[in-house]
């Protein structure tokens, strides 16, 4: 986990698809007037330079951002996300990428606020950094499931807790489960939303069943492809776990899904779905 860094994958497929539905989650919070709470377990650097050479190294963000970056038939649903990029480049640049933290930053009001979680010290550092002075938003230097239970419930009641692990472990599905039904324990209200790269068929059933035997009801399960089912050189596809996701969003999502999976996908490939894992 400490080796792994964001920027050799930055504003990629997976970055698009889970920072816009993260975008579509933070604003459904703000239909009340009452403060929420915002915990990112696994925040990174917060911003990334596209032009670095470890991003340029793939170069993961021409088949991801750069693919819709500048089309004129985006959906409305879209628009706070690209809001949140272009506010970090000049004009229609796009050479800064801006990680979870920064997206969802711009779109908190002032009675809201941010708890950042980050292993690595370096990356911890470069946030803190980033977030000086920023009344709303506290860095920590802490495991991102320990926060699960350092930081739930929070005293506004009102939360969403995103889990965006690098998923470069083994028995990542394992843990990411563990974290939620112990989240869940601690705060059964709040809104999770926990991202997941899709894998062979056997380990995502295995995935599924572990979390239907969970008990935990309202999660809905978002996934999107952008290469064909047999596709062996790297990460397809990837998807989200939406529990307790606020009222409107599965329509948006799969509006969202509709138009991003054939702008983002390759070869002619790919698929999306959004079903309910578990209901009522």
């Keep these: 986990m400490l080796a792994y860094r964001h920027l050799f994958h930055a504003g990629n497929f997976a970055d698009v698809f889970k920072h816009s539905l993260l975008t579509r989650l933070v604003l459904a919070f703000e239909k009340k007037d009452k403060p929420f709470f915002v915990l990112d377990t696994h925040a990174g650097i917060g ?4 032009t670095h050479e470890w991003a340029l190294k793939n170069a993961e963000f021409r088949d991801g951002i750069a693919m819709v970056w500048g089309r004129k038939d985006v959906p409305d649903e879209f628009i706070p996300y690209f809001e949140a990029i272009r506010g970090e480049n000049a004009g229609n640049a796009l050479r800064f990428y801006p990680g979870s933290p920064r997206v969802v930053r711009r779109l908190l009001r002032p009675v809201d606020r941010m708890v950042l979680v980050e292993l690595n010290k370096k990356d911890c550092e470069h946030l803190g950094g980033l977030f000086g002075g920023d009344r709303q938003t506290t860095v920590h230097l802490m495991d991102g499931y320990q926060s699960l239970k350092a930081f739930l419930p929070p005293k506004e009641r009102r939360g969403l807790i995103f889990v965006d692990s690098s998923f470069d472990r083994a028995r990542e599905f394992d843990r ?11 705060f059964a209200t709040g809104v999770y939303a926990l991202w997941y790269p899709v ?4 380990a995502m059933r295995a995935f599924e069943r572990g979390l239907i035997e969970t008990g935990i009801r309202k999660i809905l399960q978002l996934e999107i492809s952008v290469l064909a089912e047999n596709w062996s050189g790297g990460m397809r596809g990837c998807g989200m776990l939406v529990v307790n996701p606020p009222f409107g969003f599965e329509v948006q999502a799969r509006s969202m899904l509709k138009w991003l999976q054939p702008a983002l996908s390759r070869e002619d490939g790919g698929s999306q779905r959004v079903v309910w894992l578990a209901g009522e």
């Design 176 to 186: 990411l489960t563990g974290g939620l039904v112990e989240a869940h324990r601690r």
């Design 199 to 202: 894998m062979e068929p056997l």
């Design 47 to 50: 911003r990334y330079d596209l």
